[in-house]
């Protein structure tokens, strides 16, 4: 390694304003115009220069432009590097932050109640009702016996 500063994939990512997956396969399309450290063998840990994170940076404005991968590997081999410096490009701006999302819950808990309650009402005429048709089937069952008595005989 030479003593040039080495850059983490998390930082190459912040800088130019992707996320660390777009960074590897950026790394994985053109290698060819990168440091043999930022796309080592498998179980590897990428390790960036400045130039590295340039030739990113261009690969990925090449790319959200729409311009083909042939085309863009043509453009990195013709351009020309300087060397890099050991300070850390800076990323262009601060990622925009999320508004915090709040959700008012207190009329989706009334409705919860109410049909909670609404349930609690319907189980017990449920209840009452399955208690009716049991006395029904009872007196009906006791009517058939006493017909089938007096049929027969036995009263």
């Known amino acids: 390694m030479d003593d040039r500063t080495r850059y ?90 999320l508004p915090r999302l709040q959700i008012d819950t207190t009329g989706l808990q009334s409705q919860v109640q109410r049909l909670v309650e609404s349930q609690d009402r319907q189980t017990a005429a449920m209840d009452r009702l399955a208690a009716a048709l049991v006395w029904f089937a009872g007196a009906l069952v006791l009517l058939v016996l006493v017909t089938v008595a007096v049929a027969v005989g036995w009263i």
């Open 8 to 97: 983490q994939t998390s930082h190459v990512a912040d800088t130019i304003g992707v996320s660390v997956s777009t960074v590897r396969r950026l790394c994985g399309r053109y290698a060819a115009h990168l440091s043999a450290d930022a796309t080592p063998p498998a179980g590897g840990r990428r390790q960036f220069t400045a130039d590295d994170i340039e030739v990113l940076r261009q690969a990925n404005r090449l790319t959200l432009a729409g311009m083909e991968e042939g085309e863009i590997d043509r453009r990195l081999a013709q351009s020309v590097t300087l060397p890099a410096t050991t300070e850390p490009p800076q990323p262009t701006t601060a990622p925009p932050q």
